[in-house]
């Protein structure tokens, strides 16, 4: 995965993968056929910007007729099961379910699956039943991976491990994948001689949420605090806010995951110290090829088994400023153009992005 230069060649490289080789179907068994795509929230842009059109443009491309409906909850559980009835009413055979709250999804599992639906869980695993695929990057990885960068990073930097420690900020305790996240990032941080200080679940992966409890940690504990790991860009970027709001600088190393565009620029500013590259457009792409192979009546090709359900999960690469122009630049993630601009210029030039 790391040899690949482009997004789009990710994309393809590993639809590939995932169905062992088979790039071809008969479009005249699934023509017309109906597809959901549900997603949890809008707290992160990726739904809009990178998921749902990367799973668009594959279904697309492997079944030309085929009506993809596509909703988001507004991190709304109960609103998601709306949404998920209404597509099955629409005559969806297949829905690629996000959850918002993944227990309460076990419920929308057992009743698509006994009307013949088939479910793919993605990005979030539905814990409580038995989808009939799930597709992601693998969350427990991503927990460990930006934990133990930001451990390596201190220990580096000489900050001592008596009298400070750690912040973790996790996601939203409703969302699975956010507790696969928690328990990579304890395995990380369990490994230096870091103290974790104090330690929050924010409700809906809501920034501000994070912001306001990370403010009230900066009042209690002040310098102690060395770093923090967050889950996500969103939270860290509260974090972030939260330090400078409280007049500390610099800001101590911050964590992330989704190498969202304001990450990024973080990062090239010096605010933030890492996040995960993981173009959503990869994971779109692999459901909407096990949602066609599904359709067609046939079997995906699992690599693992996660909760019970055939799963195929994503490695993604941690990114720092050091390696940030050859992960996201150089792999056209994103463009130096919509990076480098105003007070980014500067930061750019510096890790040779531009000139």
Excluded at 187 to 213: C, M
Excluded at 291 to 301: H, I, N, R, S, Y
Aim: net charge negative; aromatic share 6%.
């Amino acid at each position: 995965m790391n040899k690949l230069t482009t997004r789009q060649g990710a994309v393809a490289a590993l639809g590939i993968l995932l169905l062992g080789g088979t790039a071809a179907y008969a479009q005249a068994d699934i023509a017309n056929s109906t597809v959901g795509f549900l997603m949890p929230d809008q707290a992160s842009t990726r739904y809009e910007e990178h998921d749902f059109p990367g799973f668009e443009a594959e279904m697309k491309k492997l079944c030309e007729t085929c009506k993809v409906i596509y909703l988001n909850a507004d991190a709304d559980a109960t609103k998601q099961s709306q949404q998920f009835n209404s597509v099955m009413t629409q005559g969806a055979k297949v829905i690629v379910l996000d959850p918002v709250d993944s227990s309460a999804a076990a419920g929308m599992v057992q009743a698509a699956q006994a009307q013949g639906v088939k479910v793919i869980a993605y990005d979030r695993p539905i814990p409580d039943a038995r989808a009939d695929f799930y597709v992601s990057f693998d969350n427990k990885g991503i927990g460990k991976a930006i934990a133990e960068s930001l451990v390596r990073h201190l220990e580096e930097e000489g900050v001592p491990t008596e009298g400070g420690g750690l912040l973790q900020i996790n996601g939203s305790p409703t969302d699975a994948a956010a507790g696969l996240i928690k328990e990579g990032i304890h395995e990380g941080i369990a490994t230096s001689k870091y103290a974790t200080l104090a330690e929050f679940d924010t409700p809906d992966w809501a920034p501000p949420l994070a912001q306001q409890w990370a403010s009230g940690q900066i009042s209690r504990f002040g310098a102690q605090i060395v770093g923090v790991v967050a889950a996500n860009d969103g939270t860290g970027g509260g974090a972030i806010a939260a330090f400078k709001s409280a007049g500390v600088d610099p800001v101590p190393p911050v964590s992330g995951n989704d190498a969202t565009i304001a990450a990024l620029q973080l990062i090239i500013a010096g605010d933030q110290y890492n996040t995960i590259s993981k173009p959503s457009e990869i994971v779109a792409a692999a459901a909407a090829n096990v949602a066609v192979t599904l359709l067609k009546g046939e079997t995906p090709v699992a690599e693992t088994t996660l909760y019970d359900t055939p799963s195929q999960l994503f490695v993604p690469a941690v990114v720092t400023a050091e390696n940030l122009k050859a992960e996201i630049i150089d792999k056209g993630i994103q463009t130096p153009e919509t990076l480098c601009v105003d007070r980014y210029v500067e930061g750019c030039k510096a890790l040779g992005i531009i000139e």
